[in-house]
């Protein structure tokens, strides 16, 4: 921990890939760019280092992180993998779903990184740097977004410097993240059968495609919260936000999208890919505007526009 000062920006490099993986193998965190957003990394296999990324996030410790692996061999380590499990994983790794599956009693896995539950969060990226990180490290990482526990996520690593500050040592700058917002979450039932935890790059309607349709635990009445980030409260821009706003008052900062030009637009041709892209980018530069409030214009409610809506309703609770 260096206290106040700046974190240490590392090149995404061989040079800053291999000390990355040193600090981490060392049981330190660092900040690691995925397709998704920044991750703020540990080894996931070690209490002590595991306690810095909750301390550093300021993140409730009932909140379970995801664990990162180069394959599914490594995953396999760590959880049960049935015939159904190992569809939807070759079909979408690397990449950004998230699995949610039952976890093997010998794992090599601290129990702060699933905060005690049976199960654990698994996901292999498909972030070039990401995947060499975890190469170097040798071992499983838990990374959950590296922001402020129930802040914004940063999708560049002036975002993460911005958040985290002086809570953490490095931070490797990899640029802007692809897809713009987190991993889709889905979880295997005893049954078998897989339910929807968060929306996500990667549509329900790819991953019905390979398993059949989803249940959904997201929205209201069905299913069971199972963790804190699943509430509404979480993603804060840190002003009051608007949302279905077809124009905005003058304290507004208006983020746009297709026709509805605003103070930005997420997307002026209507491209949800490009709009969740630069999500975050555009939610940052708005709560850092002079704006008292944010107004949000309406977004398609198929596709990726699902997340999308759900990181904004998410936003406009907190
Ligand atoms: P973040 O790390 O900020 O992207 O958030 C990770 C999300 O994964 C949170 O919403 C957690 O609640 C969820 N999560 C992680 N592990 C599990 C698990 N074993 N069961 C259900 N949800 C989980
Ligand atoms: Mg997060």
Same mark, same amino acid.
Not at 94 to 112: D, E, H, I, Q
Not at 126 to 144: D, T
Not at 178 to 203: D, H, K, N, V, Y
């Given at each position: 921990?260096?206290?106040?000062?700046?974190?240490?920006?590392?090149?995404?490099?061989?040079? /800053?890939?291999?000390?990355?993986?040193?600090? @981490?193998?060392?049981?330190?965190?660092?900040?690691?760019?995925?397709?998704?957003?920044?991750? @703020?990394?540990?080894?996931?296999?070690?209490?002590?280092?595991?306690?810095?990324?909750? %301390?550093?996030?300021?993140?409730?410790?009932?909140?379970?992180?995801?664990?990162?692996?180069?394959?599914?061999?490594?995953?396999?380590?760590?959880?049960?993998?049935?015939?159904?499990?190992?569809?939807?994983?070759?079909?979408?790794?690397?990449?950004?779903?998230?699995?949610?599956?039952?976890?093997?009693?010998?794992?090599?896995?601290?129990?702060?990184?699933?905060? /005690?539950?049976?199960?654990?969060?698994?996901?292999?990226? =498909?972030?070039?740097?990401?995947?060499? *990180? @975890?190469?170097?490290?040798?071992?499983?990482?838990?990374?959950?977004?590296?922001?402020?526990?129930?802040?914004? =996520?940063?999708?560049?690593?002036?975002?993460?410097?911005? =958040? @985290?500050?002086?809570?953490?040592?490095?931070?490797?700058?990899?640029?802007?993240?692809?897809? /713009?917002?987190?991993?889709?979450?889905?979880?295997? %039932?005893?049954?078998?059968?897989?339910?929807?935890?968060?929306?996500?790059?990667?549509?329900?309607?790819?991953?019905?495609?390979?398993?059949?349709?989803?249940?959904?635990?997201?929205?209201?009445?069905?299913?069971?919260?199972?963790?804190?980030?699943?509430?509404?409260?979480?993603?804060?821009?840190?002003?009051?936000?608007?949302?279905?706003?077809?124009?905005?008052?003058?304290?507004?900062?208006?983020?746009?999208?297709?026709?509805?030009?605003?103070?930005?637009?997420?997307?002026?041709?209507?491209?949800?890919?490009?709009?969740?892209?630069?999500?975050?980018?555009?939610?940052?530069?708005?709560?850092? =505007?002079?704006?008292?409030?944010?107004? *949000?214009?309406?977004?398609?409610?198929?596709?990726?526009?699902?997340?999308?809506?759900?990181?904004?309703?998410?936003?406009?609770?907190?």
């Amino acid at each position: 921990m260096t206290g106040a000062s700046q974190p240490h920006v590392l090149a995404a490099d061989a040079a /800053g890939i291999a000390e990355a993986a040193q600090i @981490l193998r060392n049981g330190g965190i660092v900040a690691v760019p995925t397709e998704t957003v920044y991750g @703020l990394a540990a080894r996931a296999d070690s209490d002590q280092a595991v306690a810095e990324i909750f %301390r550093a996030k300021g993140r409730p410790d009932f909140n379970p992180l995801i664990v990162h692996v180069a394959d599914i061999d490594g995953a396999r380590r760590l959880a049960r993998f049935d015939a159904s499990a190992e569809l939807v994983a070759q079909a979408f790794w690397p990449g950004a779903l998230t699995l949610v599956l039952p976890r093997l009693g010998g794992a090599a896995l601290s129990s702060a990184v699933t905060a /005690g539950l049976t199960t654990v969060a698994l996901r292999s990226p =498909s972030h070039p740097v990401m995947r060499a *990180v @975890l190469a170097a490290a040798g071992v499983p990482l838990a990374a959950p977004s590296a922001n402020r526990s129930g802040a914004l =996520s940063p999708t560049s690593a002036v975002h993460v410097a911005a =958040s @985290l500050g002086g809570n953490i040592d490095c931070i490797i700058d990899g640029g802007a993240c692809e897809a /713009g917002i987190e991993s889709t979450i889905i979880a295997q %039932r005893a049954s078998g059968s897989w339910e929807l935890l968060r929306p996500g790059p990667i549509t329900e309607d790819q991953i019905a495609r390979h398993v059949g349709a989803l249940g959904d635990a997201t929205s209201a009445g069905k299913g069971k919260i199972e963790a804190p980030g699943q509430l509404s409260g979480h993603y804060s821009p840190g002003k009051p936000l608007r949302l279905n706003a077809q124009s905005a008052q003058p304290d507004e900062f208006h983020i746009g999208f297709r026709d509805i030009t605003g103070s930005e637009n997420l997307s002026s041709t209507g491209d949800l890919a490009l709009a969740a892209a630069q999500l975050y980018a555009v939610l940052h530069r708005a709560a850092a =505007s002079d704006k008292l409030r944010i107004a *949000v214009a309406p977004i398609p409610d198929h596709g990726l526009g699902t997340a999308i809506n759900e990181r904004l309703r998410r936003a406009a609770a907190a």
